[in-house]
């Protein structure tokens, strides 16, 4: 190939070898000329109409995108619409339908699950305090009703009653103490094991305090005569009279009566629960119990109320009557000694406040005319002569020095302690608050219960059906 001819160049494009100058294309190739005119028309148009449909192709990706399914929308789940969203509704403070919400610690365990709305905005909660064997702080009242009350739950016992109490303590966790994380006082006349104390705290949502109580309060007064008081439990024990062989219940009965308020873990609380072991609570307590006695003037609660056994208080009265006549700016004005006497103040019917169960005022238990009653009835020596419980010590100290309105009857707290059932009347009320107790059980009404009595004389209406379970 001749040097400058247009053909020496291997680069040409195919259709530019076809397209030629006439004469050149037409001398060289004379035979095929029309159909490689065809040829290349072809493929023109094919070239257009890939680049058309590309171009198409483009356009779609660029101004479309691939639909994607809508989301579920729910109550706790925000839409999507570029609008500020609102928080889901939160149940009130004290509703036993709501949830406890997470909290900071749980969210921890797992920090990196973004999965979980809470991971993202946790809720902000009280956490959960360690357990103390001291006295660390001191709380502040209040004087507005919606005040946190400065209220706590209180238990004796003994390291060996760990797997009783803590049947009591999931009880009122979960009927009440979940919503509101009230602390929780333990004393005991021996230190607390680790055990008890490890698992009693994970079980209560509030914070947890171990005592011990002192010797003074646990042990034979310097006035008692020990021989006298050995005679007297023998005696009990021949005519088998409950605990009445027993030294620790006499020592127990008289600290409850006179000495728990004043441990130093007590002192910084204004009101109490008193909780025992293997108790139930049968009914969901939708409202703040502390809150409620503290903001409608009452000093003093029960749920159960029944006659005391007369071998165990015979001068009980006597010692009662002895300090009415020495101290009578005491006793309060409309007090409830109709619910006491049966004949103006002569004679104690035995009807007492069942006190394994009592909400109350410490303030009240603290003041100087309870004080001076316990003090009367603990020199005469009847909780070790005798064998005087604190039910009718605090029974008839509430009578006498509170005002009858002062004492409020907790119908709708259903409660048992062996071998009593409280067992709210009503059956729309029981089926309100989730009751699992059976009416017939109900001892309200039984002709041993004094409950209505109390119902007599503060002249209140009895619930519909009581009839029916009584005797």
């Given at each position: 190939?001749?040097?400058?001819?247009?053909?020496?160049?291997?680069?040409?494009?195919?259709?530019?070898?076809?397209?030629g100058?006439?004469?050149?294309?037409?001398?060289?190739?004379?035979s095929?000329?029309?159909t490689?005119?065809?040829?290349?028309?072809?493929?023109?148009?094919?070239?257009?109409?890939?680049?058309?449909?590309?171009?198409?192709i483009?356009?779609?990706?660029?101004?479309?995108?691939?639909?994607?399914?809508?989301?579920?929308?729910?109550?706790n789940?925000?839409?999507?619409?570029?609008?500020?969203?609102?928080?889901?509704?939160?149940?009130p403070?004290?509703?036993?339908?709501?949830?406890?919400?997470?909290?900071?610690?749980?969210?921890?365990?797992?920090?990196?699950?973004?999965?979980?709305?809470?991971?993202?905005?946790?809720?902000?909660?009280?956490?959960?305090?360690?357990?103390?064997?001291?006295?660390?702080?001191?709380?502040?009242?209040?004087?507005t009703?919606?005040?946190?009350?400065?209220?706590?739950?209180?238990?004796?016992?003994?390291?060996?009653?760990l797997?009783?109490?803590?049947?009591?303590?999931?009880?009122?966790?979960?009927?009440?103490?979940?919503?509101?994380?009230?602390?929780?006082?333990?004393?005991n006349?021996?230190?607390?094991?680790?055990?008890?104390?490890?698992?009693?705290?994970?079980?209560?949502?509030?914070?947890?305090?171990?005592g011990?109580?002192?010797?003074?309060h646990?042990?034979?007064?310097?006035?008692?005569?020990?021989?006298?008081?050995?005679?007297?439990?023998?005696?009990?024990?021949?005519?088998?009279?409950?605990?009445?062989?027993?030294i620790?219940?006499?020592?127990?009965?008289?600290?409850?009566?006179?000495?728990?308020?004043?441990?130093?873990?007590?002192?910084?609380?204004?009101?109490?629960?008193?909780?025992?072991?293997?108790?139930?609570?049968?009914?969901?307590?939708g409202?703040?119990?502390?809150?409620?006695?503290?903001?409608?003037?009452?000093?003093?609660?029960?749920?159960?109320?029944?006659?005391?056994?007369v071998?165990?208080i015979?001068?009980?009265?006597?010692?009662?009557?002895?300090?009415?006549?020495?101290?009578?700016?005491?006793?309060?004005?409309?007090?409830?000694?109709?619910?006491?006497?049966?004949?103006?103040?002569?004679?104690?019917?035995?009807?007492?406040?069942?006190s394994?169960?009592e909400?109350?005022?410490l303030?009240?238990?603290?003041?100087?005319?309870?004080?001076?009653?316990?003090?009367?009835?603990?020199?005469?020596?009847?909780?070790?002569?005798?064998?005087?419980?604190d039910?009718?010590?605090?029974?008839?100290?509430?009578?006498?020095?509170?005002?009858?309105?002062?004492?409020h009857?907790?119908?709708?707290?259903?409660?048992?302690?062996?071998?009593?059932?409280?067992?709210?009347?009503?059956?729309?009320?029981r089926?309100?608050h989730?009751?699992?107790?059976?009416?017939?059980?109900?001892?309200?009404?039984?002709?041993?219960?004094?409950?209505?009595?109390?119902?007599?004389?503060n002249?209140?209406?009895?619930?519909?059906?009581?009839?029916?379970?009584?005797?």
């Amino acid at each position: 190939m001749l040097p400058g001819s247009r053909r020496a160049s291997i680069n040409v494009a195919p259709w530019e070898k076809e397209k030629g100058e006439k004469g050149e294309l037409g001398d060289a190739y004379p035979s095929q000329q029309p159909t490689a005119m065809a040829a290349g028309s072809a493929r023109i148009v094919r070239y257009l109409l890939f680049g058309f449909f590309g171009v198409m192709i483009l356009y779609f990706m660029s101004s479309s995108s691939i639909p994607r399914p809508p989301l579920p929308i729910t109550s706790n789940i925000p839409s999507w619409k570029g609008q500020e969203t609102e928080k889901p509704p939160q149940a009130p403070a004290g509703d036993v339908s709501a949830p406890p919400p997470m909290t900071v610690e749980k969210i921890a365990e797992n920090p990196s699950d973004t999965s979980s709305p809470a991971a993202s905005t946790p809720a902000v909660t009280i956490p959960k305090p360690a357990k103390e064997d001291t006295l660390t702080s001191s709380h502040t009242s209040s004087d507005t009703s919606d005040a946190r009350a400065n209220a706590t739950f209180v238990t004796l016992a003994r390291n060996s009653d760990l797997w009783e109490i803590v049947k009591s303590i999931r009880q009122v966790e979960d009927r009440f103490n979940r919503n509101y994380h009230y602390d929780w006082v333990f004393l005991n006349d021996k230190p607390f094991d680790d055990t008890f104390k490890d698992v009693t705290t994970s079980l209560i949502s509030g914070k947890t305090h171990y005592g011990e109580i002192s010797h003074e309060h646990w042990s034979f007064p310097e006035h008692i005569d020990q021989d006298k008081a050995r005679r007297v439990r023998e005696d009990m024990a021949q005519r088998k009279i409950i605990y009445g062989d027993s030294i620790s219940y006499r020592h127990m009965c008289r600290f409850e009566s006179g000495f728990f308020f004043q441990h130093p873990l007590m002192k910084q609380f204004e009101w109490y629960w008193r909780v025992e072991p293997s108790i139930e609570l049968y009914c969901d307590i939708g409202y703040d119990t502390f809150k409620y006695m503290r903001d409608h003037g009452k000093k003093y609660s029960f749920v159960l109320s029944l006659y005391e056994y007369v071998e165990t208080i015979p001068t009980l009265w006597d010692s009662v009557k002895t300090f009415m006549k020495e101290h009578p700016e005491h006793l309060a004005e409309d007090n409830s000694m109709e619910f006491l006497s049966d004949d103006n103040g002569e004679n104690y019917n035995h009807c007492h406040f069942w006190s394994n169960f009592e909400i109350g005022n410490l303030d009240w238990l603290r003041s100087q005319a309870y004080v001076d009653f316990f003090d009367r009835l603990d020199k005469d020596g009847g909780f070790f002569y005798e064998r005087w419980g604190d039910a009718p010590v605090h029974s008839v100290g509430a009578g006498l020095l509170l005002k009858k309105d002062e004492i409020h009857f907790f119908n709708d707290i259903a409660y048992y302690h062996v071998p009593f059932t409280h067992c709210p009347t009503g059956d729309q009320f029981r089926l309100d608050h989730k009751c699992h107790c059976n009416p017939k059980d109900n001892f309200d009404w039984k002709g041993y219960s004094c409950t209505s009595r109390f119902f007599d004389m503060n002249k209140m209406e009895k619930p519909v059906g009581w009839k029916d379970q009584a005797d």
